[in-house]
């Protein structure tokens, strides 16, 4: 039987992945995310959720990612640019080579897709 072509991206039915900042790129807090991976391409595209608590960390993009707010308040800061409020029903693409800090203010929930 194959996998059907039609996928709904949410949390029901998928195990979440717990993690953190990495401890060198931690700025304040203490923030833990559940990763909900519904979509894994050997291509290296992923969807799915992500969530964290609040907390503040460094955060550097190799990868292409396009993200949709759910729920929450988070700052993102880009070096060098202007700082940006995002919240539910906000979506906004993160471009290789960007570099600054994710700041979540509300547990921030958020559906993304990745492109390495």
């Not at 949410?10 to 304040?28: C, H, K, N, T, W």
Request: include cysteine; proline fraction near 6%.
């Amino acid at each position: 039987m194959t996998a059907p072509n039609f996928l709904s991206v949410g949390s029901d039915g998928v195990e979440p992945e717990a993690g953190a900042p990495a401890p060198d790129r931690l700025i304040s807090g203490d923030p833990k995310f559940r990763t909900w991976n519904v979509e894994e391409r050997d291509s290296g595209l992923y969807a799915g959720i992500w969530e964290s608590t609040p907390g503040k960390w460094r955060i550097v993009y190799d990868e292409w990612e396009f993200c949709h707010v759910l729920s929450g308040v988070s700052v993102i800061s880009e070096d060098g640019g202007e700082a940006r409020t995002v919240r539910a029903g906000d979506s906004f693409v993160l471009r290789p080579g960007f570099k600054g800090s994710w700041e979540v203010l509300e547990t921030t929930r958020k559906e993304y897709v990745i492109k390495l």
